[in-house]
Every structure is written in structure tokens, then in C-alpha cells.
């Protein structure tokens, strides 16, 4: 049992480049998150879904786009990345209580 | 909507000290509370949470936290620092039918000997 496990852990882009970040949970998990961590502003959530099929935007969608078209995984795109997107980004699962999130251990994107 | 305050961004203690990290919610539901720990470089461990019942809710390392209903608040305690507890502290709520954890900002906490 794994958990949730987050693909790259690292990562260096060039402005406008694109690239997808995946999370995989082994949990049956209905929910997942998407959640980017800047220094001071603790952590903000960019996208979620409550199912397979479903997607819906957070507090800072803006420059993201998400899909789950399977249960166990939730991809996040950045079609074309700005140095504003240089963050730690974290995924989390949850079960039907969603009573709390259980967290990958982040991808570290630099955008240059 | 929800809200956490934490405050102090940075909180220092001696070890053997109490440490005591401040944390208010706003919700229009009842809320579910949570303190999760990040070390250097590393994902977020939950350290405890409060869903209903007991409002002393005990969790790991040591550390516990209080449901305060009428001063909204959901304060992290631990009775004797070590150097180990040096990490960054967040409190996060959610509500009962929530789409997701609302974050603080986050406490720092250094330990010093």
C-alpha cells in the first residue's frame, strides 16, 4: 500500500514550456486535491474532484488544468508555465468522510 | 466561508519548554480541525484532528489540541519541547460536507537547547 505517490519529485521548466504532474492513490479514495505551498501562504488549493469523471477549480486555478479520468489518478497540466508557478505542489487523497487528506510528498517545480 | 487563522508565523521555545501554537477558525457549519507537521523537504503528516466528540484531542508525539467552540479556536500543545519538534505547523478546517482542507499559513517552530 503505497498511498499517494507524486511523479516527478523534481522539476525544472522554461518559461512556456508545458508539463504534467501525476498523483496516484492506491486507497479507493474518492477525492483527490491538488494543493501548491509557497513560502508564508501556507497551502492553497488549485483543483479537486470528487470522483472519477469530475473535476472542479480550487482558490488559485488560474494557469492549471486538471483530469481524472481514472479514480486512482489525478493529473495536473501547466500548459504554459510562468515563473509565478514555481512552487512545491502536494496531492492528497481522501476517503468518503473526507474528514482529512492524505498527502504525496510534493513535486518541487522551478519555472525559469 | 472558512477560514484559519494561525497566529504567529514563527514561534520560538527553549527545549523542556511549553510549546503553544494559536490557532482560530471561521466556519458557518461545525467544523473539522486539524494540525498537520512539515519537516525540512518533506510532505505533510498529520499530527491530530478533531471531527465530534471530545473536544481534548490528543495526537502524536506528545502533542494535543483543545476544540474551543465558543472562541473558535483549536490551539496545538505540547507540554515539553525536544529539538525534534522544530518543523513547520499548519492548521487546517474543513466542513462536514467540505471539498477540501483550508489551510493557515503556518507556524515555524524552532527548538533551541
Known amino acids: 500500500n503505497a498511498g499517494v505517490t507524486q511523479t516527478p519529485k523534481f522539476r525544472v521548466l522554461k518559461t512556456g514550456q508545458s508539463m504534467t504532474l501525476l498523483c496516484a492513490q492506491d486507497?479507493?479514495?474518492?477525492?483527490m486535491y491538488w494543493y501548491r505551498q509557497d513560502p508564508g501562504m501556507g497551502l492553497r488549493l488549485i483543483h479537486y474532484s470528487v470522483g472519477e469523471g469530475t473535476t472542479a477549480k480550487g482558490e488559485v486555478p488560474d494557469g492549471y488544468n486538471v483530469s481524472r479520468l481514472k479514480k486512482q489518478n489525478f493529473l495536473l497540466g501547466l500548459e504554459s508555465a510562468a515563473p509565478s508557478q514555481t512552487s512545491v505542489y502536494f496531492c492528497?487523497?481522501?476517503?468518503?468522510?473526507?474528514?482529512?487528506?492524505?498527502f504525496g510528498p510534493g513535486t518541487r517545480l522551478t519555472v525559469l | 466561508a472558512q477560514s484559519v487563522t494561525q497566529l504567529g508565523s514563527h514561534v520560538s521555545v527553549s527545549e523542556g519548554a511549553l510549546v503553544l501554537l494559536r490557532c482560530n477558525y471561521s466556519?458557518?457549519?461545525?467544523?473539522?480541525l486539524f494540525w498537520y507537521v512539515q519537516y525540512p523537504n518533506q510532505g505533510l503528516q498529520l499530527l491530530l484532528k478533531y471531527t465530534t466528540g471530545a473536544t481534548l484531542v490528543k495526537g502524536i508525539n506528545g502533542f494535543e489540541a483543545e476544540f474551543k467552540k465558543s472562541e473558535t479556536s483549536f490551539h496545538l500543545t505540547k507540554p515539553s519541547a525536544h529539538m525534534s519538534d522544530a518543523a513547520e505547523y499548519f492548521c487546517?478546517?474543513?466542513?462536514?460536507?467540505?471539498?477540501?482542507?483550508?489551510f493557515g499559513k503556518g507556524t515555524t517552530l524552532s527548538v533551541s537547547s
Open positions: 492528497a487523497s481522501a476517503g468518503v468522510g473526507r474528514e482529512n487528506g492524505f
Open positions: 486507497m479507493n479514495h474518492e477525492y
Open positions: 487546517a478546517v474543513s466542513d462536514q460536507a467540505g471539498t477540501a482542507l483550508i
Open positions: 466556519s458557518s457549519v461545525p467544523p473539522y
